[in-house]
């Protein structure tokens, strides 16, 4: 079973995703699907990924600042309808699950008017950033925010296999009896002073 789908363009952000597939492979194993680690040699790439998108809870959307560029007959990929980039998107968006545009280094989100038409609704979605500088600390982050959406998404529908890898909600913990509520990464005392 796939939970996230990594989308994006070999000729823009590849390595991007490659990270974004390693943190999120950390979290949830193999239920996240990258083409280059999820399809083996010679199977036939089409059938896995659209398999692999009817399955999943979460699409990310890989964005770089070649995302849109034309190739080397003058004309951009994304306006082909045979774009595998284009026809994956559009079959998330078609699902109605979340997709989520990752902007990549100094990438900008894509205006609707600058799309084609079965793509118009990416723009609406809310979308994170990865810089370069912080790229590190922020594929974590945007994992972390990923595994808790799918989570989220799944709370109805837990299965028993799944339910051990998800990370399970933080809470405190109280000691009554030396008052101190122990917190992941913080202990606060409580003085009661007879009041």
Same mark, same amino acid.
């Given at each position: 079973?796939?939970?996230? *789908?990594?989308?994006?363009?070999?000729?823009?952000?590849?390595? &991007? %995703?490659?990270?974004?597939?390693? &943190?999120?492979?950390?979290?949830?194993?193999?239920?996240?699907?990258?083409?280059?680690?999820?399809?083996?040699?010679?199977?036939?790439?089409?059938?896995?990924?659209?398999?692999?998108?009817? /399955?999943?809870?979460?699409?990310?959307? *890989?964005?770089?600042? $070649?995302?849109?560029?034309?190739?080397?007959?003058?004309? $951009?990929?994304? @306006?082909?309808?045979?774009?595998?980039?284009?026809?994956?998107?559009?079959?998330?968006?078609?699902?109605?699950?979340? !997709? *989520?545009?990752?902007?990549?280094?100094?990438?900008?989100?894509?205006?609707? /008017?600058?799309?084609?038409?079965?793509? $118009?609704?990416?723009?609406?979605?809310?979308?994170?950033?990865?810089?370069?500088?912080?790229?590190?600390? /922020? !594929? /974590?982050?945007? %994992?972390?925010?990923? !595994?808790?959406?799918?989570?989220?998404?799944?709370? @109805?529908?837990?299965? &028993?296999?799944?339910?051990?890898?998800?990370?399970?909600?933080?809470? %405190?913990?109280?000691?009554?009896?030396?008052?101190?509520?122990? &917190?992941?990464?913080? *202990?606060?005392?409580?003085?009661?002073?007879?009041?």
């Amino acid at each position: 079973m796939i939970d996230i *789908v990594v989308n994006y363009r070999t000729a823009d952000e590849p390595l &991007a %995703a490659l990270l974004i597939d390693k &943190a999120l492979a950390k979290r949830i194993g193999g239920r996240v699907f990258r083409d280059y680690s999820a399809i083996q040699p010679g199977q036939r790439y089409s059938s896995r990924i659209w398999t692999a998108i009817d /399955e999943c809870q979460v699409f990310v959307a *890989v964005i770089g600042r $070649r995302w849109l560029e034309k190739d080397g007959d003058g004309r $951009r990929r994304i @306006d082909d309808p045979a774009d595998f980039v284009r026809r994956e998107i559009a079959k998330a968006l078609a699902r109605g699950i979340p !997709v *989520v545009p990752v902007l990549i280094g100094k990438a900008n989100l894509p205006k609707p /008017e600058d799309l084609p038409e079965d793509l $118009r609704e990416l723009p609406a979605h809310q979308y994170r950033c990865v810089r370069i500088r912080g790229a590190e600390h /922020e !594929v /974590e982050r945007l %994992a972390d925010e990923l !595994v808790a959406l799918l989570h989220d998404r799944h709370s @109805d529908s837990v299965e &028993a296999d799944t339910s051990a890898t998800l990370p399970e909600p933080r809470s %405190a913990v109280t000691n009554v009896f030396e008052g101190t509520v122990n &917190a992941e990464g913080a *202990v606060f005392g409580i003085v009661n002073n007879g009041r």
